[in-house]
């Protein structure tokens, strides 16, 4: 976890212009969150205070929030405590992850009263308690602690507050040169560059050594004394920024992936590097993103889950049909067996379990063993024969329609997974919709309702010759595009044979480079978005239909031309958007 008593230090540093202000207004946004109002300074702010387990964090944010309709009780205790109170002090214990807010404020009498507001940002053991500081009484958690859960320390009303266990670690803001110089020594010894060529155990004599050093800081101490100085001076060179409060918070997206936050440069993570004036900027900008990737996650994992349950029933059926066919493929062979036995009924007796035969059919005529139901007349068993031959043959074309549309609904699985993957939160719920319309998930009244509300809006593009060029995200929005939207003497455009958008140039006329522009949409927003030379076919919308029954976003089409087009993320960076809906002007 990126949030270690380095980030919360600088938090802390932040809130310092909370000192002496009002807090105005307390809301409980979630069952982890509180959102306090603040007049400090000449100015409003809102002050996100969460014990979310996966993401605990508090500091200043611009965002904004849903209440609920009726307050949580925790959250009508705080307003009954602190709203209309004097913030007093903001601090950090040590260098631990945890910060105390004082607070005065006039109970309904009139007589001034204090409280202590304890944020405690520990992964899943993350709270905010309300305390009683004259009889360190807790009043309220946001989470209850009971005995059930924890031995050591209940956090329950009427319990006295009990703070997290002591780490016993160094906190290094309080040491003076000739201190650090000498703990070091104690913790790496005199071969500490010898000991570089280990940095997994150094990072763990860091974090287990020094208060508030989480992994990541660990790491790029390591990282900095391998590049030249020394472990000493790396760390002589944090404590500096941590006394001068001279942090860089940023946010790095490495190379491998990974989102990381720090108060501090990260130069061992390579990557993408955004930077921040604040602190508080920083998180709410790295879990804003988090939310929203962890909400998508959430709200497409029922819909991924019951896709792909649905592609591997289809694929097994597809299996099992191919298997029906290669069996039907020989009903001429039990056509041929019946014929022969008709020919030579006069030679054959009941009682029989095969029959002699001559094979008419082959040049050198062989004598061919037919097998023979002892119980049946020979004309019976000819006829058996024949009835074998004729399911078969009625099955070969029941089993080839079978295919085709086994492999229409393979093809249209894809298609939505491919769309699922890259999807909003409001085009999640038009494939929701969509899937309901084909019995794939229960409708809900509010999906009901939602659908007779508005057009879909798909992704408008412009091309630098300024024409529009729209892409549909989903099959609502590539069936609205191509069956709606679109006039006759437009350009339709589909990667050939991908799962993928539906993509129209919006004009009649057009140049060459809105033709690669939109060529480069209809392959990056494709199953293809990763390959090189990805196939796209063009052709007027006039030559494409969907036919009678077809799943939603399926289409044929003719009359088409194919380029081949490797997907550029830069090039589509750089088309112009637009966000107004498209109209059917």
Known sequence: MSLDG????????????????????????????????IRAAGRNHKLLISANPGMPRMHLTSETFVNPIEAPMFCMLMRKHCENGIIEAVEQVGMERIIRMHIRQRDEIGDMSRKLLIVELMGRHSNIILVDPATNTVLDGIHHVTPALSSYRIVMPGASYTPPPEQNKTNLTGM??????LRCSELFGQDAATSLDQPDALERRLTNAFSGIGPLTAREIVYRAA???????????????????????????????????????????????????????????????????????????????????????????LEKLYET??????????????????????????????????????????????????????????QRYFKRYNKLKNSLYAVQ????????????LQTVIHQLEHATLEEIEEIREELAEQG?????????????????????????????????????????????????????????DIPGSHVIIRSSRYGDETLYAAAQLAAYYSQARNSSQVPVDYTLVKHVRKPNGAKPGFVIYENQKT?????????IAQL????DNPSSD
Request: proline content about 4%; overall charge negative; aromatic content about 6%.
């Open 176 to 181: 003076s040169d000739a201190e650090l110089a």
């Open 6 to 37: 380095v980030v919360v230090r600088a938090v802390v540093h932040e809130l310092q212009i909370l000192s002496s202000g009002r807090i105005n207004k307390i809301h409980q946004p979630s069952e982890h969150d509180i959102v306090m109002q």
């Open 325 to 382: 066919l290669e069996e039907a493929k020989e009903a001429d062979k039990y056509r041929k067996m019946g014929e022969l036995l008709t020919a030579s009924l006069h030679a054959v007796e009941r009682g029989q379990t095969s029959a002699e035969v001559i094979d008419y059919y082959e040049e050198d005529q062989p004598t061919i063993s037919i097998p023979l139901d002892p119980k049946l007349s020979p004309s019976e068993n000819a």
């Open 440 to 496: 794939y998930v229960r409708q809900k009244r509010a999906q009901q309702a939602r659908k007779k509300q508005g057009k879909p809006e798909p992704l408008c593009f412009f091309s630098k010759e300024g024409i529009a060029i729209y892409v549909g995200k989903n099959n609502t929005q590539n069936d609205y595009l191509t069956n709606r939207l679109a006039h006759p003497s437009d350009t339709w455009l589909h990667t050939k």
């Open 227 to 317: 590049r030249g100085g020394g472990l000493s001076e790396a760390v002589l060179q944090l404590r500096d920024c941590l006394v001068r409060h001279a942090y860089e918070p940023c946010i790095v997206d490495t190379d491998g992936g990974k989102s990381l936050f720090a108060a501090i440069a990260l130069t061992h993570a390579p990557g993408q590097t955004q930077r921040f004036e604040t602190m508080s900027d920083c998180l709410t900008a790295y879990f804003s993103e988090k939310m929203q990737r962890d909400l998508l996650k959430q709200k497409s994992a029922d819909l991924m889950r019951l896709l792909m349950n649905e592609q591997n029933k289809n694929e097994k059926k």
């Open 576 to 579: 112009a958007r637009s966000a």
């Open 563 to 571: 380029l081949y087009i490797t997907p550029d993320e830069s090039f």
């Open 401 to 412: 329609e079978q295919i085709k549309t086994t492999r229409e609904e393979i093809a249209y």
